[in-house]
C-alpha cells in the first residue's frame, strides 16, 4: 500500500495512474467479497482531486461503491488519454500482464484485412483465446495503427506478430505440417467441426475473403451459419466466434 507520502512525492501523471490502480485493485476486492481500507480510499480519491465516497454507500451499498471506485479509476485514466477495460489482469506498473496468458500452440493468418478496427479486434480476441502468433499478409492495416491500438485494448502488445508477402505465407503453410483452417462461406458448419488441438487458421479479406493461393492450402474449411440477411458477418465477429470455439 503506497503511503500518502509516497504518492505525493510521484509526478502528476505517474501519481494518478497509481490511484487508478489502486482504486480499481480495491473494486475487483469489494467484487471478491474481500474487505477494504475505505480511510485510506478516501484519502486517494481526494488526493485526485475527486468526491470521497459517503460512508451510507461504503456500508449499506457495496456494490454501488464498487462501480464508484471503477468509475474513478477510469476518470483519472481518461485524464492520462488512456482508457480502461473491465478487470483487466495487469502487472505491478499497470501494463496487461502476458504472463498470465494461456497460449497453445495457434497461429491466426491476416489475409489482406484492410480495417484496423477489425485488426484491432482481432487480436482482442486472440489474446483472449490462446493465439500464440497473428502473421499479418502485406497490405494487412497495421496493428501499430491508432485506431487498431485503440480497438485491441492493448492486446497489440501481448500477442506476438508479424508481416510476410504471399509467397512467405505459402512457404509457410507447405512447411508449418499442421491443419490450415479456412473461416470460408461453403465450409463444415462450425457447430459441428472437430478442431485440432493446434494448427493455423486463415482469415480473410473484409470483401473478396481468403486469396486462392492461400485458399488452395487450406486442409479444412469451416462455416459459420447465419439467418440473416447479410451474406457474412463482419470479420472481426467471425473471428470471435471461431477462436472461442477452437479454444
Not at 494518478?16 to 474481500?34: E, T, V
Not at 484491432?120 to 502468433?133: C, L, Q, T
Request: aromatic share 6%; charged share 25%.
Amino acid at each position: 500500500m503506497l503511503t500518502e507520502q509516497k504518492l505525493l512525492s510521484l509526478k502528476e501523471k505517474t501519481r494518478f495512474r497509481k490511484i487508478s490502480m489502486i482504486l480499481s485493485q480495491n473494486a475487483h476486492d469489494i467484487k471478491n467479497g474481500k474487505g477494504v481500507d475505505w480511510k485510506y480510499l478516501n484519502m486517494v480519491i481526494e488526493m485526485a482531486g475527486l468526491d470521497a465516497i459517503p460512508s451510507e454507500i461504503e456500508e449499506k451499498d457495496p456494490r454501488k461503491a464498487m462501480l464508484l471506485l471503477q468509475d474513478y479509476a477510469g476518470i483519472l485514466l481518461a485524464r492520462l488519454g488512456s482508457e480502461p477495460s473491465d478487470w483487466d489482469i495487469t502487472d505491478s506498473i499497470g501494463n496487461l500482464d502476458v504472463s498470465k496468458r494461456v497460449i497453445q500452440d495457434k497461429i491466426l493468418i491476416l489475409d489482406r484485412l484492410r480495417s484496423p478496427y477489425n485488426v484491432g479486434a482481432v487480436f482482442r480476441s486472440a489474446d483472449s483465446f490462446g493465439i500464440k502468433k497473428i502473421i499479418l499478409l502485406e497490405e494487412t492495416a497495421s496493428p501499430d495503427h491508432p485506431h487498431a491500438r485503440r480497438t485491441s485494448r492493448g492486446c497489440t502488445d501481448t500477442v506476438s506478430w508479424q508481416y510476410m508477402s504471399e509467397k512467405e505465407a505459402v512457404e509457410f503453410l507447405t512447411s508449418c505440417n499442421m491443419p490450415v483452417l479456412a473461416l470460408e462461406l461453403g465450409g463444415e458448419n462450425i457447430n459441428t467441426y472437430s478442431f485440432p488441438p493446434c494448427g493455423v487458421a486463415i482469415l480473410g479479406n473484409e470483401e473478396f475473403g481468403i486469396s486462392p493461393e492461400l485458399l488452395k492450402l487450406c486442409t479444412d474449411r469451416i462455416t459459420i451459419p447465419t439467418a440473416g440477411t447479410k451474406g457474412s458477418l463482419n470479420v472481426s465477429v467471425a473471428a470471435g466466434i471461431l477462436l472461442q470455439r477452437w479454444f
